[in-house]
């Protein structure tokens, strides 16, 4: 058996390469396909559990609730970190700021930093019969 050449494995890697892009594709469209799909039935949920003035329907194929999601972003990177050191607040700093610490700050009645965004959405999720 003969050694395979540098030229044979090269082309080799870059066929495989080529396929695992596009399988990846395809797969990423095709998820998105079902995204898209799972989306607008979480609308139409959001919707209906609304209008029935419920957070949640329990059925024979699952049950759909509503959660609260809390999030907070930072608009001003710099007005933010004037405000970390101003008032020695390291405790909201992380790779990202604290949803934690601002919602310490919300439930303190305090004002948030300068620079930070904070948004409470609702959203929908939906669990299998008997799923706990």
Known sequence: MTE??????IAAYVQ????????????????KVIDDK???????????????NVNSVNTDSG????????????????????????NEAWHLLEKRVSKTG???MLDADEPIPPGVNWY???AINVRKPNER
């Open 120 to 122: 409470v959405t609702t």
């Open 16 to 31: 495989h390469r080529g396929e695992k892009e596009r399988l990846t594709a395809e797969y990423k469209g095709n998820v």
């Open 102 to 104: 601002i919602r310490e």
């Open 38 to 52: 799972l989306k607008k039935l979480e609308v139409w949920l959001q919707l209906w559990l609304s209008s029935q």
């Open 63 to 86: 049950t759909a609730y509503k959660t609260t999601v809390e999030q907070a972003t930072v608009s001003d990177m710099n007005a933010l970190l004037d405000f970390i050191k101003e």
């Open 4 to 9: 395979p050449s540098a030229d044979q494995i």
